[in-house]
């Protein structure tokens, strides 16, 4: 593609962008931003309602195998394609390994992990058939370097970075132009974080280059360049917006 002209690549005019949890902190403004852009937005969340938008809502339980795959294949009965996944949904269930409930485990790899797949084993091969498409997993900082208390988390996040190379290959094969990515998110200002203390936040704003936490914003600013064109070269990668956390 060479040099682009930036308004030029990021419309998403006569798209259809699926955003998974955009009921949450980080999904709202994904769903914002993707609107913003002229896209189509058809979002799910366990919530019954959303607030004012025009986002196509739908309360769709991403650990319901068969919800999932009824909402994506009636989203695309309605809309004839579906060009974006954004899989946001994702909760914690914190505790130390010795502390942690079976449930604790079980809920947060179903509703993390196994709700991704849900979702994607309709969508991919759809974006597969018609040869196009961009998928964005939202993975975290805690799947990459582990984090103490998150066992269950840290697991589904690091599993999230191999769907996300698997899919990358498979769904591409034979040269479709679909792409996989994940971002992986350090802290980030919303709902999630209700239950860090907050002295802890502190010190994690502090463990940043920036010395700050992420606005929700600075996250959904990436998925839209990992959906639009200007990203047409990158995939199965994972981006970190961390504000330089490790560094
Ligand atoms: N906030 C952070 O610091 C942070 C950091 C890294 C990664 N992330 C990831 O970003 C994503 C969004 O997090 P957030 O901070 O906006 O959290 P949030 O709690 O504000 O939103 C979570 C969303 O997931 C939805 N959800 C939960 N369980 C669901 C289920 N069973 N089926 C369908 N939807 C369900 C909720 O309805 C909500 O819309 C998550 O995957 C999270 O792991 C967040």
């Known amino acids: 593609m060479g040099t682009v002209n930036f308004s030029d690549v990021i419309t998403?005019?006569?798209k259809v962008v699926v955003v998974t949890g955009i009921s949450g902190g980080i999904g709202s403004v994904i769903g914002k931003v993707?609107?913003?852009?002229?896209?189509?937005?058809?979002?799910t969340g366990t919530r019954s309602k959303i607030g004012d938008s025009q986002v196509d809502y739908h309360v769709c339980d991403v650990t319901d195998h068969d919800a999932c795959e009824k909402f994506c294949k009636s989203t695309i009965e309605k809309?004839?394609?579906?060009?974006?996944?954004v899989n946001c949904a994702g909760i914690t269930r914190d505790a130390l390994t010795k502390k942690m409930s079976e449930e604790q485990f079980d809920r947060v790899i179903d509703v993390n992990l196994k709700g991704v797949w849900n979702m994607t084993r309709v969508i991919g091969?759809?974006?597969?058939?018609?040869?196009?498409?961009?998928?964005?997993?939202?993975?975290?900082?805690?799947?990459?370097?582990?984090?103490?208390?998150?066992?269950?988390?840290?697991?589904?996040?690091?599993g999230l970075i191999g769907m996300t190379k698997t899919w990358a290959k498979e769904f591409s094969y034979k040269h479709a132009n679909v792409r996989v990515n994940a971002i992986a998110p350090g802290y980030t200002m919303t709902d999630m974080l209700n239950t860090v203390p907050k002295d802890l936040l502190e010190k994690f704003a502090s463990q940043t280059m920036l010395g700050r936490i992420a606005d929700p914003r600075e996250v959904a600013n990436v998925?839209?360049?990992?959906a639009s064109d200007l990203s047409s070269y990158?995939?199965?990668t994972t981006i970190h917006v961390d504000g330089g956390m490790r560094l």
């Open 79 to 85: 809309y004839g394609h579906i060009d974006v996944l």
């Open 223 to 226: 998925v839209l360049f990992l």
């Open 12 to 14: 998403f005019e006569g």
């Open 234 to 236: 990158i995939t199965g």
């Open 125 to 158: 091969p759809h974006m597969q058939a018609q040869k196009g498409g961009s998928i964005i997993n939202i993975s975290s900082v805690v799947g990459v370097y582990g984090n103490i208390g998150q066992v269950n988390y840290a697991a589904t996040k690091a």
């Open 34 to 43: 993707f609107e913003d852009y002229g896209a189509k937005v058809v979002g």
